[in-house]
């Protein structure tokens, strides 16, 4: 069975998420204090994080932004607030995904299969498990990412899209390729979510923001990683 975590501090919603997850199959460790979970989750080996953005002593940004600096593992957000901040918010953090209160259980379920699937999506991108461009290194093995002997420091998400893009480097690869290996759904023309992905590489990687020229915006189509300038 695949092992969730559900942190929510609402129980009639934690105990319905769970019930209806649990039919489905799934494993969840509840949490309903921020803290709590962050201190759990440290040496958990859950597959996927269900993470509310209202927590009692530490809410679920800061939850989710001291979880990204050891752990990997998918974080999909829930929120009682229907507001792009919000989003942005959680994005920045280091999460995977972003779903708005109410749930409802099937599109819950959905997008955590997304999450679930999206690795196995980029594994077979490449047989490879090191990719090196002149100074650029990605080890999927490790997740690690080094840029002139210096370590990157880069979520999971973001390391997902950088690896996607140095598997293609020298090629284009569209937005619709990006949003359905990355966050397992079809592009609808209108998602940003790719977007603040790929600026927030760029400002890590020392990329020239208005000017990009390691990881160029190739208008109309998609993301080509230049494969010379490492």
């Not at 440290?42 to 940004?61: A, I, N």
């Not at 997008?111 to 498990?129: E, G, M």
Request: net charge negative; charged share 30%; aromatic share 6%.
């Amino acid at each position: 069975m695949t092992k969730l975590a559900l942190v929510e501090d609402d129980l009639e919603l934690a105990q319905w998420i769970c019930d209806y997850l649990s039919a489905k199959q799934y494993k969840v460790d509840v949490y309903h204090d921020g803290q709590q979970a962050l201190d759990a989750l440290k040496t958990s080996d859950v597959e996927l994080v269900v993470l509310d953005g209202m927590l009692p002593s530490l809410d679920g940004l800061e939850v989710c932004k001291q979880l990204r600096q050891h752990s990997n593992v998918p974080i999909l957000m829930l929120t009682a607030r229907d507001e792009e901040i919000d989003e942005i918010l959680g994005l920045e953090m280091g999460a995977d995904d972003y779903l708005t209160k109410p749930v409802r259980g099937r599109l819950l379920e959905t997008r955590i299969k997304a999450l679930l699937r999206r690795n196995q999506v980029i594994d077979r991108q490449s047989n490879s498990s090191l990719i090196e461009l002149g100074s650029l290194v990605l080890n999927k093995a490790t997740r690690e990412v080094c840029l002139a002997d210096e370590p990157i420091n880069l979520s999971s998400n973001e390391f997902d899209a950088l690896w996607l893009l140095a598997c293609k480097s020298g090629q284009v690869v569209g937005r619709e390729e990006l949003t359905q290996a990355l966050c397992g759904f079809e592009y609808d023309g209108f998602d940003r979510s790719i977007d603040l992905r790929i600026s927030r590489l760029r400002k890590k990687l020392g990329d020239n923001g208005s000017m990009p020229f390691k990881i160029k915006t190739i208008w109309g189509k998609g993301y080509l990683l230049v494969s010379e300038v490492w």
